[in-house]
């Protein structure tokens, strides 16, 4: 098993920065896929980013690339999510997922174990 944890959500404006952070627990996270989704109100579930095990190899939505970065600490067991110049339509749930194999993936379906989220809000 693996506990998720995420931290860093809030209520920022256009334009801001903030930081998510995820800190897994239990079986923690070596060799282990590691992704941000996303749910919007009255949305479906959207994929973020992901980054493999150890952390060479991420991938982004197309309408966070250049915005986001998603990077991880192994040490720390602690995955972070950057986001930058904040839009309104970013607003959301934002849960950290992690996934048995080393790659990363876009699909919601090869990830188990799922953290709570966190809540962003950006106001325009």
């Known amino acids: 098993q693996v506990q998720l944890l995420e931290s860093g959500g809030g209520l920022v404006q256009a334009g801001d920065s903030l930081t998510l952070s995820c800190a897994a627990s239990g079986r923690t996270s070596v060799n282990r896929g590691m992704g941000w989704f996303r749910q919007a109100p009255g949305a479906a579930r959207e994929f973020v980013a992901s980054?493999?095990?150890?952390?060479?190899?991420?991938i982004y939505t197309s309408s966070v690339k250049g915005r986001f970065t998603i990077s991880r600490d192994n040490i720390k067991n602690t995955l972070f999510l950057q986001m930058n110049d904040l839009k309104p339509e970013d607003t959301a749930v934002y849960y950290c997922?992690?996934?048995?194999?080393?790659?990363?993936?876009?699909?919601?379906?090869?990830?188990?174990?799922w953290g709570q989220g966190t809540r962003v809000t950006v106001s325009s």
């Open positions: 980054i493999s095990w150890p952390g060479r190899k991420t």
């Open positions: 997922a992690s996934r048995s194999g080393d790659v990363t993936s876009s699909l919601a379906e090869e990830y188990n174990f």
